[in-house]
């Protein structure tokens, strides 16, 4: 089957190699996007390995704390399984769950279906402002759910907690990150 759109064989192979300051753009800000999703992801598997250690009665020492951030990356749970499991382990109520579950679904699109549906598309502003009201409307789910894991990490290793301030805003510095064009001074 022929991806959407491909109209005959010559269109099968990738072939969208030009660049320009406007696709380069583009494709940052997907770049960056994939980062922060895939950082929450991470942060909510480091969440539930030290879950997993606090409930199994293992000392949260440093080097064990060491070892789970350098580990993480191996664990192939499915960021479905870490939620639930997180879930069970802090015994969470249904809007929390909701929460997470939302910031799954959204994380997911990023990562299996955002970036499909763009390729080669970044030719207009009509593209731009697809892909901009895309994340404006995913990214609030997943910042949410990324600032209480963060902030059960912290509290679990001992961390200071940002400022009510960072809280307020993290959404909008997240969203500023991931979209804003870095000026050439």
């Excluded at 022929?2 to 660049?19: A, D, Q």
């Excluded at 402002?129 to 894991?149: G, Q």
Aim: glycine letters at 4%; aromatic letters at 12%; one cysteine or more.
């Amino acid at each position: 089957m022929w991806r959407e759109g491909v109209t005959s064989m010559n269109e099968i192979f990738f072939s969208y190699f030009e660049r320009d300051d406007f696709s380069d753009y583009l494709y940052g800000v997907l770049g960056r996007l994939l980062t922060y999703a895939t950082a929450f992801e991470n942060d909510l598997k480091k969440l539930c390995l030290l879950l997993n250690f606090k409930y199994s009665h293992v000392e949260l020492s440093d080097a064990v704390i060491m070892k789970i951030h350098q580990s993480v990356a191996l664990k192939t749970k499915t960021i479905g399984t870490s939620i639930k499991n997180m879930g069970q382990f802090l015994s969470l109520e249904q809007p929390m769950n909701n929460k997470l579950s939302d910031a799954r679904e959204g994380r997911n699109y990023i990562v299996h279906e955002l970036a499909v549906e763009l390729i080669g598309r970044f030719l207009s502003n009509q593209d731009r402002d697809y892909l901009f009201t895309k994340i404006k409307e995913i990214l609030p789910s997943i910042t949410d759910a990324h600032l209480t894991i963060m902030s059960y990490l912290a509290i679990f290793t001992n961390e200071p907690i940002p400022t009510n301030d960072y809280f307020l805003n993290y959404n909008k510095i997240i969203e500023r990150w991931v979209l804003e064009e870095v000026n050439g001074d």
